[in-house]
């Protein structure tokens, strides 16, 4: 009898501790799935509370918080007119952003999402704040590409704030799009560490090879 | 027994396979409007969902037992909801309340004009202050097309709402700088010391302000150097009058800066008519080297030295009978030099302690007659604040005043040398109090003591500020303020008190749409103000506290960035009715520096197509007073009204090189600033006079700024745009 309801409890237990990371990793997929279907500030909204609320169940995941900061950032680029409201957003994504970076100091995907993240400063006022956040922005993707000289977005983010900037050094932005075609059939070889890590970015350089064309 | 015990964990499993809770409710604001996008979800597990556009929600959960359920939306303080999940429905009201948060919340704006990069209740950022055309790159000139204040085009310092130019003074980093312009001579204008670009952000307070800062009248312009550079890098400015070559090298968590700086005017000057005769043109040198560390992890470290060397030579034409034109030569040598430390010594200590230091000695010779004057002054402020909670913090400090002046004249027959020297110690508390997001009060009391003049002053302050909607509020502000005479007076005598201003300000500002509307009416009652008996201006005992004097006027501003595209223009309009006995003023009369209608057109366009900025700046202030000794009514004379159209164009033209050109009074209107008169009259009884002219009609500069760095990204931008 004894061994019965040990072997039970023990049965229980194992059920318990195997059931937690494969729930989060279960709907963290089926959360990520969503990003698809996600059109407007609200779709990005509820999508970002989901990641919030499985950030608060994981403390020591950085993924939830990853993709809760990318929502407020998307939401802020979204957003029509209202400058005061795009900072807000950026706000939320600014606090999430600082609380990764002290979970995982050295993740290369973290600090190419910030470099995201200051050009979504940038684009609320461009006249103010283009020197300020430009440099910023620069600074963040060179410390993702030191972490990880192979991470896509980490390269797509050096390559957009190279097109960017092109005008102002004197350049063609289009000199660059070897490098975005270069970037685009290489894309498919880098492999995130898991199939709830970043994948994204791929369409913004299709985007850019098409503008090339 | 075992069958039992099994149908118990049997039924224990099943229990929790088909029992479902569902929680329905509504989340709403304080004031009942619905919070749609608002986060609901039970605290640690993965069962959540959105409130939908109605405010309602709708979660289901397997879970059961007692939970919390919390719900979230940025802006707004979490609600947690105890709850037992027993497979029923449960219905909820949930009511969150906004958060408070310093940046969004009301600040009091009375009186003050921020120029910061967070805050919602900033009206100007940095960069305005320098990319105004007509501002010359010089802070005050940059402050003169902000309401409150009056060009004097002759002066070219900083005369706040019907305040002499003593009344207002200039901090940097905390610390005081005693003398911010550079040395002029009279009737000529003059510009700061400090090159604006040097700064992140200015809070430019034209009257009640807070507690911590005393002895001015009118005003405090309160300076915060930039933080950290962010690389390595080397800045060449060469402009048609001088040339800067700064580097700063970074290290972790600190920087140093030096720069090497050479202005001469000869050549601008020998291209172009002036008014004067410039024997010797304008000619200076300086080198200065800044310091920041961080220090630990709030904590910032500054230091700033300079020294600075200038003179001209001017050849005047001498309104004395029978005297011929001489030259007015004037050598000024000034060493700075302040540091400060401010950061947090705990969750809720935080501290600032500055110092500063300055000598300085101008050289004077003209007509047989050497001045030498020297100021060696010295501020030591700390101040430490404590946060009881988010919204209510305590202020308190003290600082030290420590000034030696003298003055030593040599003429052909007298020999004059007198000096002085004025300790005054300051101690303030004040307290910042938030009743709610839209209501703050600040309440402080100030004590002032003069070892020179033994004299103490007890001064209250107290502001408060109400938002009355998201998008406008309303700010009062009121004070006494104390100041020590000037220094002309202090040399020849101590039996004199600190003057007094009471200050009575009201303020409206609203900012809707990227559109600031700012209105602000002001009373400042002038009380104890020196005055001398007529002409015995030699005898100082006659020196007494009987002068008075009022301002009050009408400032409004109306600031839109939006309505045109690439474009960004202010209208600032100042309406000021001052009158003042004091001095040598005979009775109560309006002062020269002060003008009724005050009015600066600020507009700025961004061509992308040429990746150029381009800046328009109108000025227009009617008419000043001045005293004519012919007439027998005092300061009875007009002057012409000061009319100015200025012009600037920044070119980027690689990212890391700027080409700029700015035109001052580009329209050529004729200024005059009044008249000087002879001291003696001659053989008919009158007292010979000349123009007071500026010292160009029009005023051109060139540059080109060249900023290396290893990446070559960064560029001074941020210091013409």
């Known amino acids: 009898m004894k061994k019965i309801i040990l072997s039970l409890a023990v049965l229980f237990v194992s059920f318990a501790s ?72 950026l706000d939320v994504a600014e606090k999430t952003i600082a609380k990764m970076i002290e979970l995982v100091p050295n993740e290369s995907e973290v600090y190419a999402l910030q470099s995201f993240y200051f050009i979504g400063r940038l684009v609320v006022n461009p006249m103010e704040r283009g020197q300020e956040f430009s440099g910023l922005s620069a600074q963040a993707v060179a410390k993702a590409l030191t972490s990880d000289p192979a991470n896509p977005r980490a390269k797509m983010m050096k390559l957009q704030g190279d097109i960017g900037s092109a005008p102002y050094m004197g350049l063609d932005p289009k000199s660059f799009c070897p490098q975005a075609k270069a970037l685009l059939a290489d894309w498919d070889n880098f492999k995130p560490k898991s199939p709830i890590h970043p994948s994204w970015g791929k369409d913004q350089v299709e985007g850019i090879v098409k503008g090339c064309q | 027994m075992k069958y039992s015990f099994l149908f118990i964990l049997l039924s224990l499993v099943g229990l929790q396979a088909f029992s479902q ?151 940097i980093d905390g610390s005081l700088v005693y003398v ?53 890098q080397l800045d060449l400015s060469v402009m048609s009058i001088g040339v800067e070559v700064a580097g700063t090298k970074l290290w972790k968590n600190g920087a140093v800066t030096g720069s090497v700086t050479y202005n001469n005017l000869a050549p601008y000057m020998n291209l172009t008519t002036q008014n004067y005769n410039w024997i010797h043109a304008p000619e200076s040198a300086k080198g200065a080297v800044n310091v920041r560390q961080k220090t630990g992890k709030t904590g910032m470290f500054k230091l700033y030295s300079s020294f600075n060397k200038d003179a001209f030579t001017i050849n005047q034409e001498n309104l004395e009978p029978g005297g011929s034109p001489f030259d007015y030569h004037l050598a000024n040598e000034n060493y700075f030099m302040n540091a400060s430390w401010n950061g947090h010594l705990s969750e809720k200590w935080a501290m600032n302690i500055a110092a500063s230091f300055t000598n300085n000695q101008d050289d004077i010779h003209f007509d047989q007659t050497l001045i030498v004057k020297k100021i060696v002054g010295t501020h030591v402020k700390n101040v430490f604040n404590y946060l009881f909670t988010e919204k209510f913090s305590l202020k308190f400090g003290g600082e030290l005043f420590a000034k030696t002046f003298s003055q030593n004249v040599r003429m052909p027959a007298e020999i004059h040398d007198n000096s002085f020297t004025n300790n005054t110690f300051a101690g303030f508390t004040e307290a910042q109090i938030y009743a709610s997001s839209k209501f703050v009060t600040r309440i402080g009391a100030r004590v002032e003591y003069s070892e020179y003049l033994k004299d103490t002053k007890l001064s209250p ?112 309009y100042s309406y000021l009715d ?144």
């Open chain 1, 18 to 89: 195997m059931a937690q990371k494969p729930e989060y990793l279960q709907t963290m997929g089926e959360t990520l799935g969503q990003f698809s279907t996600c059109k407007s500030v609200s779709d990005f909204q509820a999508l970002g509370n989901k990641f919030q609320m499985i950030a608060n169940a994981e403390k020591s995941e950085w993924l939830p918080l990853y993709y809760n900061a990318h929502c407020y950032i998307i939401m802020s680029f979204m957003e029509p007119t209202d400058a005061a409201k795009k900072d807000s957003y």
């Open chain 2, 21 to 171: 809770t569902v929680i329905i409710g509504n989340v709403v604001q304080e004031q009942g409007e619905s919070l749609p996008g608002a986060n609901v979800y039970l605290q640690g597990t993965y069962d959540g969902t959105s409130v939908n556009e109605n405010g309602q929600f709708i979660l289901k959960t397997k879970k059961t037992g007692p939970v919390d359920l919390r719900v979230e939306f940025m802006g707004y303080e979490p609600a947690v909801q105890k709850i037992d999940l027993k497979g029923d429905t449960i219905r909820l009201n949930i009511q969150l309340k906004e958060a408070f948060n310093q940046l969004t919340a009301v600040t009091i704006t009375a009186g003050t004009f921020e120029a910061g990069d967070k805050k919602q209740a900033v009206t100007i950022t940095p960069l305005d202050m320098v990319t105004t055309a007509g501002a010359k790159g010089d802070v005050y000139g940059a402050l003169q097309s902000l309401p409150g204040t009056t060009t004097n085009g002759e002066s070219g310092r900083l005369f706040v709402k019907g305040g002499d130019s003593e009344e207002s003074q200039t901090y």
């Open chain 2, 578 to 721: 001052t009158k003042r006995n004091y001095r040598d003023f005979p009775e109560e009369a309006v002062p020269t520096f002060a003008s009724k209608h005050n009015l600066s057109v600020v507009y700025k366009h961004w061509i992308s197509g040429l990746r150029s900025l381009a800046g328009v700046n109108f000025k227009y202030s009617s008419p000043r007073v001045y005293n004519n000794p012919n007439s027998s009514v005092f300061n009875s004379e007009q002057m012409l009204p000061y009319r100015s159209l200025d012009l600037s164009w920044s070119f980027l033209y690689r990212k890391n090189i700027i080409i700029y050109g700015a035109v001052t009074n580009v329209l050529g209107f004729k200024n005059e600033f009044g008249r000087r008169y002879a001291s003696t009259t001659d053989e008919g009884g009158n007292y010979l006079s000349a123009a007071i002219e500026p010292s160009s009609n029009r005023f051109y500069v060139v540059a080109c700024f060249i900023t290396l760095t290893r990446k070559g990204e960064a560029n001074q931008l941020d210091k013409i745009e």
């Open chain 2, 461 to 572: 302050r107290l502001s408060v500020a109400y938002k009355v909607t998201n998008n406008s509020q309303f700010s009062l502000a009121y004070g006494w303020f104390f100041q020590n005479p000037v220094d002309d007076y202090l040399l020849y005598t101590n039996h004199l008190n600190p003057e007094r201003a009471d200050h009575y300000t009201f303020s409206y500002q609203s900012l809707v749409n990227s559109r600031t509307l700012r209105i602000e009416l002001y009373y400042k009652d002038y009380k104890n103000l020196v005055k001398t008996n007529g002409g015995e201006f030699y005898l100082p005992s006659s020196y007494t506290n009987l002068g008075s004097g009022y301002a009050k006027g009408l400032d409004l501003f109306w600031r839109d960035n939006k309505t045109i595209k690439n474009g960004d223009y202010w209208i600032s």
């Open chain 2, 180 to 232: 911010p312009y550079n040395s002029t001579a009279p009737n000529l204008s003059t510009r700061g010391r400090f090159n604006p670009f040097m700064f992140k952000g200015t809070v430019f307070s034209t009257g009640g302000y807070s507690a911590e800062y005393g002895q001015a009248l009118s005003s405090v312009l309160l300076l915060n150097t930039n933080d950290m550079p962010a690389e390595d």
